[in-house]
Nanobody, 127 residues
């Protein structure tokens, strides 16, 4: 059974940084994808960043390019999201997601392509 547990959320002032972590257990897919999504109240879930577990290629949503970085540890058991230059509009619940099958790069930031999700961690950015 795949389990994903996020941590690292919190409150920060605009311009600050946070690093989110997602600890995985039972996840061994080597040619699939992992990603971070976020959802603010009243808004749809948005793909923030994704990584191909096969090639290691990374992908970002337009709103976070140049500010956020997705990565994995060498053992590929923990997923990270380094968030810099945070803005109030980054305020949301952040979710870690994992797919156990191949995901096309064209769909890698689509929530419906992921079949396992964490419980989420809240990020609040104040102005």
């Amino acid at each position: 059974q795949v389990q994903l547990v996020e941590s690292g959320g919190g409150s920060v002032q605009a311009g600050g940084s946070l690093r989110l972590s997602c600890a995985t257990s039972g996840y061994t897919s080597s040619n699939a994808a992992m990603a971070w999504f976020r959802q603010a109240p009243g808004k749809e879930r948005e793909g923030v960043a994704a990584i191909s577990t096969g090639s290691g290629s990374t992908f970002y949503g337009d709103s976070v390019k140049g500010r956020f970085t997705i990565s994995q540890d060498n053992a590929k058991t923990t997923l990270y999201l380094q968030m810099n230059s945070l803005k109030p509009e980054d305020t949301a619940m952040y979710y870690c997601a994992a797919s156990t099958y191949y995901v096309s790069v064209w769909l890698i930031l689509k929530a419906y392509k992921y079949n396992y999700w964490g419980q989420g961690t809240q990020v609040t950015v104040s102005s």
